[in-house]
């Protein structure tokens, strides 16, 4: 099959053409006729199956006809990152070159004149993040009514990130009478739910899952103690043994150690980004760009912030932790061996991350061989389960930390940092700073001192965007499975913490009158 059997517009077939593509993807085969026919579509793919050009593609083709008026987009993509959403405008600036239409990308973390002005001009695309897009409307600057196609993706992302209540606000404003196309990597029963909510006798297609994982990607597992420096002087040799290390994404479960990491690479001479939830649109960019553009060969990212990320040519992936979830296992590795191209994964385990090892090699069907010695082989005091990395399941059964944990350190990336050497006695001190800069987990803190509440910046009242907050920092939702946090772990009640007062035995006087 070739593009031109799917019914795409002239204009549309040459920046294909352009854009170098020969044959479309199956999710692109499959799905493109039945957009055109105005019909609903549920895609079950993920990124790397070519998605966005799915919807991307028909949406440039039918939007030659008609124009927009202010204030009143035409279609509306929703997207669950403001990376992903700058993705698809992207998409639209390389498949759209012939056409004249306009485009806006409504994210947080950038100020609002902007937008207003582009929502004021009239859009054809309006791709934005929930948050944001709710806030324009309370605010009287959108109507949502003039919608006559809207794309929900990554709607399991989606509920991880706790929009789906957003998701259905949003979904009562555009007209009943809407198209709308809803593409999800994996289908839960809340994400089944809402697609039977707003789907309309959809098309459905399904592609492959990339379950099981390149072959073009060389896997191995190292076995390593629990402790964070032992970790990080192992991931260190990692990356200097590996001579054909083009550049190189490193994954942490959690948004502090993305930073902690960042920092202590970068003080080893390593020229290091950090990606993560709490950093502001602008160092996120500025990480990326320098990432993408290779001038920064190293990335330390959460999955979160990474998730769905295309950055073509990536030849090493190093999970300096052994994600919860096995499929986002497959997410971070398939970042390299892309388009039949060589690439490498390691994976740091330690004895605590046996169960989520099992799950990850049940998930792509195949054993992850070990680089050297296997979990057996390490000594017996660096065998014991680590509390702190350890996970039971799901519902975060597991040890529970402290409150605090998800306020990550706001540290300033080190982008552009260029390699130097420092020497060890300073790394540590660098290190112990990090550390001392980081939320403790309250098991940690001395019963009497009470943590003061960090004071929130002064905000015109109605002003504040809800993606201006801390990723994590959204209201909590009821539908929500996981924390963004990418703890997996959020603690009930104290957690772990049982403050001194409580443990101090009871002394009952008894009363004059008894
Ligand atoms: P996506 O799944 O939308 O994130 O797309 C993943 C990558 O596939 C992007 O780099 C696209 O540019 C690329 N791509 C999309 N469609 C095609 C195609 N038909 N042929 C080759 N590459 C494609």
Redesign the pocket.
Request: proline letters at 10%; charged letters at 15%.
């Given at each position: 099959m070739s593009f031109a059997d799917l019914g795409l517009s002239d204009k549309v077939l040459q920046a294909v053409t352009s854009?170098?593509?020969?044959?479309?993807?199956p999710i692109?085969a499959q799905a493109i006729p039945h957009v055109l026919a105005r019909r609903d579509v549920l895609g079950i793919a993920?990124?790397?199956?070519?998605?966005?050009?799915a919807f991307t593609l028909p949406m440039l083709t039918m939007l030659e006809n008609g124009r927009a008026r202010a204030r009143m987009p035409r279609t509306l993509i929703l997207e669950p990152t403001r990376e992903l959403a700058a993705?698809v405008v992207e998409?639209f600036e390389r498949y759209g070159t012939n056409h004249k239409l306009n485009v806006a990308l409504i994210i947080g973390g950038v100020s609002f004149g902007d937008q207003d002005a582009k929502l004021m001009r009239g859009t054809d695309v309006l791709i934005a993040t929930p948050g944001r897009l709710l806030d324009h409307f309370e605010r009287g600057k959108l109507l949502l009514t003039g919608v006559e196609l809207l794309v929900i993706d990554e709607a399991d992302r989606m509920l991880d990130m706790g929009f789906i209540p957003d998701i259905e606000r949003i979904v009562k404003m555009v007209p009943f009478t809407r198209q709308t196309l809803f593409f999800s990597a994996t289908m839960p029963p809340e994400i089944e739910r809402l697609a039977d909510m707003f789907l309309h006798n959809p098309q459905r297609i399904e592609v492959a899952r990339p379950a099981s994982t390149a072959s073009t990607i060389v896997q191995k597992l190292v076995a390593v103690g629990p402790e964070g420096h032992e970790k990080r002087e192992v991931l260190r040799r990692l990356i200097r043994g590996e001579a054909d290390l083009n550049n190189g994404i490193i994954f942490c479960n959690r948004k502090r150690d993305v930073a902690l990491l960042q920092k202590s690479l970068a003080s080893h001479g390593f020229n290091v980004a950090a990606l993560h939830g709490d950093m502001d649109q602008r160092a996120r960019t500025v990480a990326l760009d320098g990432f993408r553009s290779g001038e920064v060969p190293l990335l330390v990212a959460s999955d979160v912030a990474a998730r769905?990320l295309?950055i073509?040519a990536v030849s090493h992936v190093f999970n300096f932790d052994v994600p919860h979830h096995p499929e986002d296992y497959v997410h971070r590795i398939g970042r390299t061996g892309r388009a039949g191209r060589a690439g490498h994964a390691f994976t740091l385990a330690s004895r605590a991350d046996e169960r989520s090892l099992h799950a990850i090699e049940a998930l792509i069907g195949q054993p992850i061989p070990w680089a050297e010695g296997d979990l057996a082989s390490l000594p017996e005091s660096a065998g014991e389960a680590e509390p702190r990395t350890r996970h039971r399941g799901k519902s975060g059964e597991g040890a529970r930390r402290g409150r605090g944990s998800g306020e990550a350190a706001r540290s300033e990336p080190r982008a552009r940092r260029t390699p130097r050497a420092a020497p060890a006695a300073g790394v540590e001190a660098a290190e112990a700073i990090v550390a001392a800069s980081q939320p403790k987990p309250a098991a940690a803190k001395p019963a009497a001192a009470k943590p003061a509440a960090p004071k929130p910046p002064p905000h015109p009242r109605g002003e504040r965007s809800r993606d201006e907050r801390p990723q994590d920092d959204r209201r909590p939702s009821p539908v929500r499975r996981r924390n963004e946090d990418e703890d997996g772990e959020t603690p009930l009640g104290l957690g772990a913490h049982v403050p001194a007062f409580l443990l101090r035995p009871a002394v009952i006087k008894p009363r004059k009158d008894d």
């Open positions: 854009a170098g593509y020969t044959e479309p993807t692109q993920q990124t790397g199956t070519g998605k966005t050009a993705q998409n769905g295309d073509p």
